[in-house]
C-alpha cells in the first residue's frame, strides 16, 4: 500500500477517459450506482477506500492552494 503523494501518469489519466470499455458502459447505461462497488467487488472497493485515504494527488494539492 503507497503513502503520501501519488505521481501523476498522463498516460493513465489519458486512458481511463477514452477507454473502449468507459465508453461501451457509459453509452448503454450500464453504470452502477455510486457506492455500489461494495456489491460489485468488495475487495478492490475495500482496497480503493484504503488507497483514497493514504494517498493524495498534486491535483488535490492545487485544489488546496488556490481556494
Same mark, same amino acid.
Given at each position: !500500500?503507497?503513502?503520501? !503523494?501519488? *505521481?501523476?501518469?498522463? *498516460?493513465? !489519466? /489519458?486512458?481511463? &477517459? $477514452? ?5 461501451? &458502459?457509459?453509452? =448503454? ?9 461494495? /456489491? $460489485?467487488?468488495?475487495?478492490?472497493a !475495500? ?6 485515504? $493514504? $494517498?493524495?494527488?498534486?491535483?488535490? =494539492? /492545487? *485544489? *488546496? #492552494? #488556490?481556494?
Amino acid at each position: !500500500m503507497k503513502f503520501g !503523494m501519488r *505521481k501523476p501518469s498522463w *498516460k493513465k !489519466m /489519458l486512458s481511463a &477517459r $477514452t477507454s473502449a470499455k468507459r465508453v461501451v &458502459r457509459h453509452k =448503454l447505461g450500464f453504470k452502477a450506482p455510486r457506492g455500489w462497488g461494495w /456489491l $460489485t467487488n468488495p475487495k478492490k472497493a !475495500m482496497y480503493n477506500r484504503v488507497y483514497n485515504r $493514504t $494517498t493524495f494527488s498534486i491535483w488535490d =494539492l /492545487l *485544489k *488546496k #492552494l #488556490l481556494k
